[in-house]
């Protein structure tokens, strides 16, 4: 081999190390860097934005380790004379449509503008409530919540599902098309096999629609309903092995779903979601205009797809971190070291920065409101809370209406059916017990030993269905009423129908909790009860107010709803008799 030949192979060797070492950052798909945002607008052709305010169009180009064999190709675009390779090679066609090329052009070169974000969101109402018609108005912003989120999806650590419920041939496929033809990446799926499904989000960041999932995904064990439980939180992933090849497949399914049920939302999917209901409309005309929606839709999408351009790095860089906490550096915060205090007291300071942060997101007002829901309602609504606040939209009193009703249909599973029938023999065990001292435990409560509240349920369940339940499906339902092993379940000496003294059996202890899940009113709507809880209320005012006779609101808020399921109705009695007052200051009330 000749010296020529000889350096040739060496730079090719130091070509093909430089691409292999190269970043390899950008999802094929689109998506956000510290330098610019980028989007796909066709084929082999990218728009971007990049942190100084230029944009440009980039045409993707292929480089490869092997020049002269053409082999390991890695694929990039250039952005202001830099180049950028993707971590995948982008697909040949894309799921999603794209947005309207010449509008697009206008804006790259200057004399189209976006919207602003309030025009933005008159414009996505003007959309849906031209072709929809909702029995009621108040689902409509969170609605439009759901379609912004799917524009700043790559901001966001968890997200919400939105749920169309409806009867049969009462417009929910017509109102699920009209919402995912203007969200990002909006893909109504054909396909249901569960590794398309997932090798879509993974690969194309689509906002995937399901029509009638409740009957396409069969159990609630199915792959598709895994695919939505873990998709709602990024970092989750969906995992299986391939029936082939035996290998273990995952695919990164995070991001805002969509999709219709004419029954009931699957038990752990309902807690991801967000439902809105849809009937039957009496108007002659949205049928109608709905041919005209395909149209009109591709307008409202470029739109928002410029506005996303427009906006995306300003909402990373000034308030989105707070939200996912990209910017915090928990240990140097804390200055963590194996010497200083308890696990117990740096845990609870690490909570409290975290829940601090978190907190100035949301207003007054809303901090109210999010502590009155629980487990991931709370999650949930903070998230519709802290979205309309990022975007300077108000509504407030929309969101509280949608999750109130969530709730209400969350709690009817608990009234009817097997669960409601354990309802109301716990309520019927509790009165009947309550004055009988012998069921009563030291702290007040009532106990009931758990093989009669087992017996009689059965014995209940088989007078009406024929058949009673097992004791671990008995455990599984009592754990929809408080009723934990860790916390309200011990062994006390408690009187047993059959016997004449009493033993040490397992016991069920109704505590205000498990009251409370119940709906028995003595649980804290009593007088006796109230005064207490404003008892409590005002002894941690005391301790917990500073030199300026201030406490904080939320954490008011948080105290009391260990007490009650209406810590605002409390605040509200210490505000009129003068023990509370307002001041000018968010999330702050003044002591006496």
Not at 269 to 287: K, M
Not at 369 to 386: D, P
Not at 550 to 579: A, C, H, W, Y
Request: proline letters at 4%; charged letters at 30%.
């Amino acid at each position: 081999m000749g010296i020529g030949e000889e350096l040739e192979k060496l730079e090719a060797e130091e070509r093909a190390k430089k691409l292999r070492e190269a970043p390899h950052i950008l999802h094929p798909a689109g998506g956000l860097t510290e330098k610019f945002v980028y989007e796909p607008v066709a084929v082999g052709k990218y728009v971007y934005k990049t942190i100084e305010g230029k944009k440009g169009f980039a045409s993707l180009k292929i480089e490869f380790e092997d020049e002269e064999e053409q082999r390991k190709p890695h694929w990039l675009i250039e952005v202001e004379g830099e180049q950028y390779y993707f971590k995948d090679k982008p697909p040949r066609e894309f799921l999603f449509n794209f947005p309207a090329y010449e509008t697009v052009e206008k804006w790259v070169k200057g004399p189209k503008q976006s919207l602003s974000t309030e025009q933005l969101w008159k414009l996505n109402g003007i959309y849906l409530r031209t072709f929809l018609d909702f029995p009621r108005s108040f689902e409509f912003s969170v609605t439009q919540l759901f379609i912004q989120q799917t524009w700043l999806v790559d901001l966001l650590p968890v997200v919400f599902y939105l749920g169309v419920k409806g009867e049969f041939g009462g417009g929910k496929t017509v109102t699920g098309e009209a919402i995912i033809l203007i969200c990002r990446h909006g893909y109504l799926t054909g396909n249901l096999s569960p590794p398309f499904v997932a090798r879509a989000v993974q690969e194309h960041k689509i906002t995937l629609m399901v029509d009638e999932l409740d009957a396409v995904a069969g159990t609630k064990d199915s792959d598709l309903n895994c695919i939505f439980r873990q998709g709602y939180r990024r970092g989750l992933k969906y995992s299986r092995v391939n029936p082939d090849t035996l290998e273990t497949e995952s695919y990164v399914v995070f991001g805002p779903k969509l999709f219709t049920v004419h029954s009931e939302i699957e038990e752990a999917l309902q807690t991801r979601t967000v439902p809105i209901h849809v009937r039957e409309t009496s108007n002659p005309q949205y049928p109608i205009v709905n041919m005209d929606k395909a149209s009109f839709a591709e307008y409202v999408y470029t739109e928002n797809f410029l506005w996303y351009l427009d906006n995306a790095l300003t909402f990373k860089g000034n308030d989105f971190h707070a939200i996912n906490g990209s910017q915090l550096d928990i240990l140097d915060t804390l200055d963590l070291k194996i010497s200083d205090s308890s696990i117990d007291i740096q845990a609870e300071k690490l909570r409290q920065l975290l829940f601090e942060k978190k907190k100035t997101l949301l207003l007054e007002g809303q901090v109210n409101q999010v502590s009155q829901v629980s487990g991931r309602n709370t999650e949930l609504m903070f998230l519709c809370f802290a979205l309309s606040n990022l975007l300077k939209i108000q509504c407030n009193d929309d969101i509280v209406k949608t999750f109130q009703q969530k709730l209400l249909e969350e709690g009817e599973r608990t009234e009817i059916g097997l669960i409601g029938v354990l309802r109301q023999v716990l309520t019927d065990l509790w009165i009947e017990k309550k004055e009988n001292k012998d069921y009563i435990t030291e702290d007040g409560l009532v106990k009931i030993s758990n093989k009669e509240i087992y017996d009689k349920y059965n014995e209940v369940l088989k007078k009406e269905y024929g058949q009673g339940v097992s004791p671990a499906k008995f455990k599984e339902f009592m754990l929809e009423f408080g009723f934990s092993d860790a916390l309200n379940r011990t062994k006390l000496e408690v009187p047993v129908p059959g016997d004449s003294e009493k033993k040490s059996r397992l016991c069920n202890i109704f505590t205000d909790r498990v009251l409370r899940k119940l709906d028995i009113e003595e649980g804290w709507q009593g007088e006796k009860a109230l005064q207490e809880i404003l008892v409590k209320a005002r002894e941690w005012c005391e301790q917990n107010k500073d030199d300026k006779n201030i406490v904080d609101l939320f954490n008011l808020t948080e105290f009391l709803s260990g007490l009650t399921e209406q810590p605002t109705r409390i605040i509200d009695i210490m505000k009129s008799e003068g023990v509370l007052f307002d001041i000018n200051q968010v999330g702050k009330l003044g002591v006496k």
